[in-house]
């Protein structure tokens, strides 16, 4: 199947510095990626939509300052968690989406964890 | 915007037993319904998918059932191995390429 990947798979930052995760999709071109967040033992939530070329959408209550994304090319996206707090710690995941044809399918990366210290 | 309830949030099954997860929609613009197994510290991996043009759909031990007249939407999971053991999301979406919207989760354990 397809693959996204995600870097780094986990860091660890202090309180007040940024932090940029990366999603690739390997072997497709996505126009869209999604951003989730998941908090442990709890469910994946939707943090933005993100689009080739264009600003993401955010999803309600999610602060697009604080949470920058750039899609600049078709197989790379990225969140940056900016001056962040201990209560930003949780698992970052991406999805990309591959057209091929009529199929459409999400793929997701393993996930980044992410501890603000 | 789209809500997706799911139950139970836990579940034991003995190892050879079935494994039922219940789901539940409410956008009625939705279309599409993919189930996806989580391990520790991995992320989402799908296992099977619906489209609402089906009522239900097979792949070896796991199945899905959809009925879209009541937005409700299962998990059946047949012939329970160790190695089914994992966190299941059920999930809508209006369709593939876009944003999907999970449930809460169930941590699915099997007992020896």
């Known amino acids: 199947g397809a693959v996204v990947s995600q870097h780094p798979s986990w860091v660890i930052c202090k309180s007040g510095t940024s932090v940029k995760i990366e999603c690739r999709s390997l072997?497709?071109?996505?126009?869209?990626m999604f951003w989730y967040r998941q908090f442990p033992k709890q469910s994946l939530m939707l943090m933005a939509t993100s689009n080739e070329g264009s600003k993401a959408t955010y999803e309600q209550g999610v602060e697009k300052d604080k949470f920058l994304i750039n899609h600049a090319s078709l197989t790379l996206s990225t969140l940056t968690v900016t001056s962040a707090h201990p209560e930003d710690s949780s698992f970052y995941i991406c999805?990309?989406?591959?057209?091929?044809?009529?199929?459409?399918?999400?793929?997701f990366g393993q996930g980044t964890r992410l501890t603000v210290v | 915007g789209e809500n997706v309830e799911q139950h139970p949030s836990t579940l034991s099954v003995q190892e050879g037993d079935s494994a039922v997860i219940k789901c539940t929609y409410s956008?009625?613009?939705?279309?599409?319904f993919p189930w996806y197994k989580q391990e520790l510290g991995k992320g989402p991996q799908l296992i099977i998918d619906?489209?609402?043009?089906?009522g239900e759909k097979k792949d070896q031990r796991i199945a899905v059932t959809l009925n879209k007249t009541a937005k409700h939407f299962s998990l059946h999971i047949t012939e329970t191995q160790p190695e089914d053991s994992a966190v299941y999301f059920c999930?809508?979406?209006?369709?593939?390429?876009?944003?999907?919207?999970f449930g809460k989760g169930t941590r699915l354990h099997i007992l020896p």
């Open positions: 956008d009625s613009a939705s279309n599409y």
């Open positions: 619906i489209r609402s043009n089906v």
């Open positions: 072997d497709f071109q996505a126009t869209t």
């Open positions: 999805s990309a989406i591959r057209s091929v044809s009529r199929d459409t399918e999400a793929f």
């Open positions: 999930a809508a979406s209006i369709d593939r390429d876009d944003k999907i919207i």
